[in-house]
Nanobody
Framework: QVQLVESGGGLVQAGGSLKLSCAAS????????MGWYRQAPGKQRELVAD?????????ANSVWGRFTISRSRDNAKNTVYLQMNSLKPEDTAVYYC??????????????WGQGTQVTVSS
């Protein structure tokens, strides 16, 4: 069983910044990747950014140059951050933390956080 605790969402004006955090805990043998997805009303969930255990990052074109994903320096803390700058109204969505990890019995798992609302006003 793995728990993901997200924080940092809220309401911000266009051009502002927010930082999301997600801490993973539980039966994690090794994290393969951590990332953030988002889902706006009436739209499908989409990848925002992710980062592998080796530090390789991947971003959606729509957030390139504005958002930065990072992990805690102490990998044992299993925490991922998303720094969001120059926010736009179209960034408004529920943001979900995602963790891909190796857990019990050596199987690979995929776990989701409960989601945190980010609202950008114009």
């Amino acid at each position: 069983q793995v728990q993901l605790v997200e924080s940092g969402g809220g309401l911000v004006q266009a051009g502002g910044s927010l930082k999301l955090s997600c801490a993973a805990s539980g039966s994690i043998e090794r994290i393969n990747a951590m990332g953030w997805y988002r889902q706006a009303p009436g739209k499908q969930r989409e990848l925002v950014a992710d980062i592998t255990s080796g530090g390789i990052t991947n971003y959606a074109n729509s957030v390139w140059g504005r958002f930065t994903i990072s992990r805690s320096r102490d990998n044992a803390k299993n925490t991922v951050y998303l720094q969001m700058n120059s926010l736009k109204p179209e960034d408004t969505a529920v943001y979900y933390c995602n963790v891909k990890y190796r857990g019990t019995y050596g199987y690979n798992y995929n776990s989701w956080g409960q989601g945190t609302q980010v609202t950008v006003s114009s």
